[in-house]
T-cell receptor, first 118, second 112 residues
Framework: GAVVSQHPSWVICKSGTSVKIECRSL??????MFWYRQFPKQSLMLMAT?????????EQGVEKDKFLINHASLTLSTLTVTSAHPEDSSFYIC??????????????FGPGTRLTVL | DAKTTQPPSMDCAEGRAANLPCNHS???????VYWYRQIHSQGPQYIIH???NNETNEMASLIITEDRKSSTLILPHATLRDTAVYYC?????????????FGTGTSLTVIP
């Protein structure tokens, strides 16, 4: 199956700093990527849909100015958590969908990035 | 919003079949049923999907009722490595496009 990677796998930062998380599709080109957030013992919550070459679409309640998404190429999407605070500590997961896969094809998920804000 | 209902937790003896139910009573005609699992602190892993016919692959079988209002994921011979949270998702949602919306899932514990 297709492989999606994330970098870093974990990060610790100080409150008020910004953190960038990368999501890469390693063996396919992804026109659409998705970003999720998962708090401990909870399910994945979709944050935004990232489309190559255009602005991301954010889910209701997700601050677009705080969670900046850039999808500048067909293999890379980045999520930047700006001015991070302890409540932003979470597990961030991306997924990617192969182009021309049709609406019913599965998404491939990255391994996740654990963010801890002190 | 998730459109599925799953039991929060289940246990299964190692080597036995694990049967995980999912209720999706409001599923529409063009929506598929997808199953993913998430092992602790990892990204979700695709298992199987189907529309109305039963499906089988190397990981599992998917049984969908004739009215499509519920389905069961079957792991034929559960191993300790199958301990994970299993998510049933209906997709695509004609109102929301390509996005997956995860429900609460079933935490499966395989017992030695």
């Amino acid at each position: 199956g297709a492989v999606v990677s994330q970098h870093p796998s974990w990060v610790i930062c100080k409150s008020g700093t910004s953190v960038k998380i990368e999501c890469r599709s390693l063996d396919f080109q992804a026109t659409t990527m998705f970003w999720y957030r998962q708090f401990p013992k909870q399910s994945l919550m979709l944050m935004a849909t990232s489309n190559e070459g255009s602005k991301a679409t954010y889910e209701q309640g997700v601050e677009k100015d705080k969670f900046l998404i850039n999808h500048a190429s067909l293999t890379l999407s980045t999520l930047t958590v700006t001015s991070a605070h302890p409540e932003d500590s979470s597990f961030y997961i991306c997924s990617a969908k192969q182009p021309f896969a049709g609406a019913t094809k599965e998404q491939f998920f990255g391994p996740g990035t654990r963010l801890t804000v002190l | 919003d998730a459109k599925t209902t799953q039991p929060p937790s289940m246990d299964c003896a190692e080597g036995r079949a694990a049967n995980l139910p999912c209720n999706h009573s409001t599923i529409s005609g063009n929506e598929y049923v997808y199953w993913y699992r998430q092992i602790h602190s990892q990204g979700p892993q695709y298992i199987i999907h189907g529309l109305k016919n039963n499906e089988t692959n190397e990981m599992a079988s998917l049984i969908i009722t004739e009215d499509r209002k519920s389905s069961t994921l079957i792991l034929p011979h559960a191993t300790l490595r199958d301990t994970a949270v299993y998510y049933c998702i209906v997709f695509p949602n004609p109102n929301t496009g390509n996005q997956f919306y995860f429900g609460t899932g079933t935490s499966l514990t395989v017992i030695p």
